[in-house]
């Protein structure tokens, strides 16, 4: 079968369109014909050798697809044969076939595309589980959101006010994409590339700071962000880039003085019943129309390196796909 290997970890050049064995599905999993696959922000920095890939080079890349099951091993449960599921893979996406744990294979409601399907394992999860597990807003406080109409954002912004949060305040680099996040409900949008932003985020909270500030872009907006929080106000640290950050003593001085808290977040795969309990909500949402699913960007599997390019330039809204 055609696959996407990561061969190196010189970035886009070390990944590679190659023929590989179609993997075969354990007792417990389930073989899916993959119809979409989705590319998550991570994977740009596990091409450099940034973000722990937790397998030997090469690999086929690709954390999560949407398919039909062809095969399903002798104790995979509660999926058969001709299912369109959802899932984070064990043997790669990024290919014609892919294996999943049964467990984790999340069925497909009706009028879902394959290519939408795939926004639900990963950044669906990560987003309300952000929600549920770390960040916990209290209807009365305030929310700020990075990169809001990216992939884990546009779910942020949904589920915060889903969840009753009084202000969202979201952050995004264009005009398109402060425009979708305002028509989904978010109170205040910003675009984070005008120079001014931080004092536009402190206007929209009376001066007060932000109650929980979502961080997970580093660099001189994750710096500028922390500044931002309230006094018991919280940080919660979720990106793949910030696992190279270091935190300075103005910062622990802030937390102690202002008595914040800073929280990690990763998606809880050590807790799988955790990551069981986030589906219900989400497919119940979804099948209501309260929680729009953004899938605009295809790619051919041949095509992966322009898929990259396009989610590395930030014009990319909502997942970006390949279709094998
Ligand atoms: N901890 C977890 O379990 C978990 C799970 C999934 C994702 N995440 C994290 O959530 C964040 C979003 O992930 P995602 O997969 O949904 O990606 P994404 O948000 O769809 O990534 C693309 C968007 O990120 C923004 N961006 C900011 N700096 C960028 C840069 N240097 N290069 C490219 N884009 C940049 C851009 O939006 P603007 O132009 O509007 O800034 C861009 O459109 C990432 O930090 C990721 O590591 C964490």
Redesign the pocket.
């Known amino acids: 079968m055609k696959a996407v290997e990561l061969n190196g970890f010189e970035g886009l050049s070390s990944l590679q369109v190659v023929d590989v064995e179609q993997p075969t599905p354990g007792a417990n999993e389930v073989l899916l014909e993959v119809k979409a696959a989705g590319?998550?922000?991570?994977e740009?920095e596990m091409t450099k050798g940034k973000y722990p890939a937790g397998k030997k080079l090469p690999f086929v890349m690709g954390f999560e697809a949407a398919g039909v099951v062809v095969d399903a091993g002798a104790q995979a449960k509660n999926v058969k044969v001709g299912d369109r599921v959802t899932a984070i893979v064990s043997s790669g996406g990024y290919a014609e076939y892919a294996t999943a744990d049964a467990g984790f294979a999340i069925p497909i409601p009706d009028g879902v595309s394959f290519a939408e399907a795939t926004t639900i394992p990963?950044?669906g999860v990560?987003a309300y589980a952000?929600l549920k597990l770390a960040a916990k807003p209290q209807p009365n406080e305030s929310l700020l959101i990075?990169?809001?109409?990216?992939?884990?954002?546009l779910y942020l912004v949904q589920l915060a006010k889903i969840l009753g949060v009084k202000k969202v305040i979201a952050?995004?680099?264009?005009t398109e994409?402060t425009d979708l996040v305002t028509s989904l409900g978010v109170d205040v949008a910003i675009n984070?590339s005008h120079a001014n932003w931080a004092d536009q985020v402190r206007e929209a909270t009376d001066g007060k700071g932000v109650d929980v500030v979502l961080e997970?872009?580093s660099g001189d907006v994750g710096a500028e962000s922390f500044k931002l929080a309230a006094p018991f106000g919280r940080i919660v640290m979720?990106?793949?880039?910030?696992i190279h950050d270091t935190i300075s003593s103005a910062q622990i001085r802030q937390l102690v003085y202002q008595n914040q808290s800073l929280v990690g977040?990763?998606?809880p795969t050590q807790r799988a019943e955790q990551i069981a309990d986030c589906i219900p909500d989400l497919l119940t949402w979804i099948a209501q129309g309260k929680l729009k699913l953004f899938a605009n960007s295809s790619f051919a599997l041949a095509d992966v390196k322009a898929a990259f390019e396009a989610?590395?330039?930030?014009?990319?809204?909502?997942?970006?796909v390949l279709i094998p």
Do not use: C, E, M
Request: glycine residues 14%.
């Open positions: 590319l998550n922000f991570a740009i990963i950044h990560a952000l990075q990169a809001a109409g990216g992939g884990v954002g952050l995004a680099s264009s994409k984070y997970a872009a979720f990106g793949a880039k910030n977040f990763n998606i989610l590395s330039s930030r014009r990319t809204i909502g997942k970006v």
